[in-house]
């Protein structure tokens, strides 16, 4: 089993910055890939961006271009940086890992962008 614990989340204005971290613990040497979802009230969880072992990436058309997923595989932390922040980016943000046949999400942070 893989344990997931995002942070980085807060409250940023339009057009600003905020880059969230997760940090995976247990069975990390079996994750295939890790991938960032969001979702907002009443709405479908969204997948924001994911990134593979090889390292390929990939992103919902949304967020291409403000969003970038990184990893440092020494720290087992997977990154989300996100510039040009917008208010329809306001969502809690959530790590998922697929791990073999597992899957494991984190808690959830809040991301809220004020106009």
């Known amino acids: 089993q893989v344990q997931l614990m995002e942070s980085g989340g807060g409250l940023v204005q339009a057009g600003g910055s905020l880059r969230l971290s997760c940090v995976a613990s247990?069975?990390?040497?079996?994750?295939?890939?890790m991938r960032w979802y969001r979702q907002v009230p009443a709405r479908q969880r969204e997948l924001v961006a994911d990134i593979y072992n090889g390292g390929s990436t990939n992103y919902a058309d949304s967020v291409k271009g403000r969003f970038t997923i990184s990893r440092d595989s020494a720290k087992n932390t997977v990154y989300l940086q996100m510039n040009d922040l917008k208010p329809e980016d306001t969502a809690v943000y959530y790590c998922?890992?697929?791990?073999?046949?597992?899957?494991?999400w984190g808690q959830g942070t809040q991301v809220t962008v004020s106009s």
């Open positions: 998922y890992a697929l791990a073999g046949p597992e899957s494991s």
């Open positions: 247990g069975s990390v040497g079996r994750i295939v890939t």
